[in-house]
């Protein structure tokens, strides 16, 4: 099974040109994609929903959840799944009185398993409250009874040991075997390991990998699993 997260910049490096990162999607064979800063009929996006956009024939399930209105509709996250899926929930993260951020949960079939899949973006604003959000999330997995356990997600963290928090219960692909990539290259940030995947351990590591362009100002992370 093949993960990946990717947050998109609402279209905009690539000048709402969607059909290029839904070619790349494709051509990654992604099972499951967590999206963030999606765009769904604003303004600035020529109001198109853009998880729809994104969408190809593999596609077996989408939606996107709001977590701001924006120019005349919505911004927030986006998923994309070619496998089984049982239902989706999305739930506001506390956020301070900074930019309202959430979460995605989409449960998946895997075989007769089933896997909880979530998608977050989290603040950047204040690290304290980014702090609270990373330990909520953590407080969810270790709740959920789900076999398998996922979360991808621009965590938006300014040092890698923020990570820490999960490495004991759980792993991490971007630091795998201590290879971090850089999935934000912009230099306006303390780090450039802003995006990762978290999984439960019992799903075995094949291959982390990225994929470098300029549609967005972030690249795609993705990980090859097996159970």
Known sequence: MKIATYNIAAGQYCHQDLGLLSKMIDEQEI????????????GRSQQVNQ???????????????????????????????????????F?????????????QKISIKIGERTASFYNTHLSFEDAKTRKDQMAYLKRLLDEDEAEFKIVTGDFNIEDRSEFELFLEDYQIANGHNGVWHDTFPGEDCV???????????NLHINEVGMVKNNYSDHCMLWVDVSD
């Open 31 to 42: 099972d499951v994609l967590g999206v963030q800063e999606v765009d769904n009929k604003t």
């Open 51 to 89: 998880i729809e956009a994104l969408k190809s024939k593999e596609t077996t399930f989408s939606a996107f959840h709001k977590a701001i209105d924006f120019d005349g509709g919505a911004y927030g996250l986006g998923c994309l799944v070619n496998m089984p899926t049982l239902d989706v929930t």
């Open 91 to 103: 739930e506001l993260l506390e956020s301070n009185g900074f930019e309202q951020r959430i979460y």
């Open 191 to 201: 780090t450039h390991q802003l995006d990762n995947i978290i999984l439960s351990k």
